[in-house]
């Protein structure tokens, strides 16, 4: 196979809403896409540089310039550390063997059929009460995720929970909790029937995890990149929440999904703020999920 070329632009997509998280709040979807070539077929990824984990847009533009060709998505691997940067490539790859070939990545990645799946519809932080009237305003999504930020958490499930009885619910504290409060705040998403717990502590503090009764299982988000993370996360986490920004593209992030299924981990297949580009590959990872965060 000839060396493929490799292109790559910046994108910004202004948001119908602002999305707030404990970390900040984003107006606009800052993505990165990749195009790769032959010359006759042409693949296309997007990814988001993400600042949690010091990468920059300017900083993953350089580092996809600095490919310039490539053959294979195994040299890849080699060439670039798991992150936004090898994500859009290795995706672009993908849809690139599937349109040189003439089957589909679903197919390439050992699924026989691609079917819809159901999202959580993400509920940005706020009071209580703006959470819970937004809760109220999408009755007819049934499955809700909230982003919490620390104090005032218990009164955003309750909330939430009041306004929505019939909803399924998933929370992300996105790392605002603490030792001391995690017990407390466990208690009330037990409470409030919450089915899972995205990254409650710091990532670094996940050995405070092990002693811990979890009620309401806990999922890893930060504290979980690749494969490699499985074995020291196991045992303190229920869940994985596999990004293929996180994990470097969906090469490996089906490697990750398998580790965590070896594991006896649930999964929860999520993405950045991007746009459909970013979010087609991960519907593949989708496929069997436990739960879904494609909105």
Request: aromatic share 4%.
């Amino acid at each position: 196979m000839r060396p493929l070329s490799v292109t790559c632009r910046h994108e910004t997509w202004p948001l119908a809403q602002a999305f707030t998280i404990s970390r900040g709040t984003k107006t606009a979807a800052d993505v990165v896409v990749v195009t790769v070539s032959d010359g006759q077929h042409t693949g296309q990824g997007e990814a988001v540089p993400y600042a949690r984990y010091g990468e920059t847009v300017a900083g993953t533009l350089d580092a996809i310039a600095a490919v310039k060709s490539l053959t294979t998505r195994a040299g890849l691997i080699e060439r670039l550390p798991a992150g936004a940067a090898r994500n859009a490539i290795d995706c672009a790859l993908w849809d690139f063997e599937a349109k040189s070939s003439g089957v589909s990545c679903g197919t390439r990645a050992g699924i026989a059929a691609m079917y819809p799946v159901l999202t959580a519809y993400t509920l940005s932080l706020g009071t209580p009460e703006a959470m819970a009237d937004k809760a109220r305003s999408v009755a007819y999504l049934p499955l809700l995720k909230l982003k919490l930020g620390g104090a005032g958490d218990d009164a955003r499930m309750r909330a939430v929970r009041a306004a929505r009885p019939d909803a399924r619910l998933i929370v992300d504290a996105n790392e605002a909790w603490t030792i001391a409060t995690l017990p407390e705040l466990m208690e009330v998403a037990a409470e409030a029937g919450v089915e899972a717990i995205e990254q409650p502590l710091p990532q670094g503090q996940d050995e405070a995890l092990s002693g811990l009764d979890r009620i309401v299982p806990v999922c890893a988000d930060e504290s979980v990149h690749t494969a490699a993370d499985i074995p020291r996360l196991s045992g303190l986490y229920d869940a994985v929440n596999i990004k293929l920004d996180k994990a470097g593209g969906l090469t490996s992030g089906l490697a990750l999904r398998s580790a965590a299924r070896a594991a006896g981990l649930k999964i929860m297949i999520g993405s950045m703020v991007a746009t459909s580009l970013a979010v087609a590959p991960a519907m593949i990872l989708a496929q069997d999920a436990d739960w879904v965060d494609l909105d």
